[in-house]
Structures are given as C-alpha cells and as structure tokens.
C-alpha cells in the first residue's frame, strides 16, 4: 500500500491510499479520484516531503573476548 497526498483544483489536500505504484494512475485516468471536501475530480498528487527518520548513532564497538582492558565494559562480551 502507497500514501499519497492529492490536491484538488480547489486547493484541497487529502490523502489517499493505493494499492500499488500504478493503482494511481489507472484510477486518476478512470476518474475515480475525488475531493472529499468539495467532489472536485480534478485531483493530482501534492507535493510531498519525504519521511526521513532521526539518524541513529552508531553503537559502540564490540569489546575482544575477556575485554579491551581499557572501558567500563572489561571482561564483558
């Protein structure tokens, strides 16, 4: 399933699930797309920002078996 956001010819924006990349095209062509707010089927995707998580920091590197000698985590594996 795809999100996308649409936007009427009235400035509407809602969003609207598809069922795959093309589903969107073949419903826009068959008319099927309308504005839940004002039935406008004159609807095209709206720009949309993509969704890029919080960037994780890098865990810690593992310790040698029997420990590094040198950090809190000596002697643990």
Known sequence: MILYSLKCS????FDEWFSNISDYDVRKTAGDLVCPECGDKD????MMAPRVGKSQPEPAPRCMPGGCGGCQFAGHE
């Not at 009235?10 to 924006?13: A, E």
């Not at 609807?43 to 709206?46: G, I, L, P, Q, S």
Request: proline share 0%; hydrophobic share 50%.
């Open 43 to 46: 609807v095209a995707k709206a």
């Open 10 to 13: 009235h400035d509407h924006v």
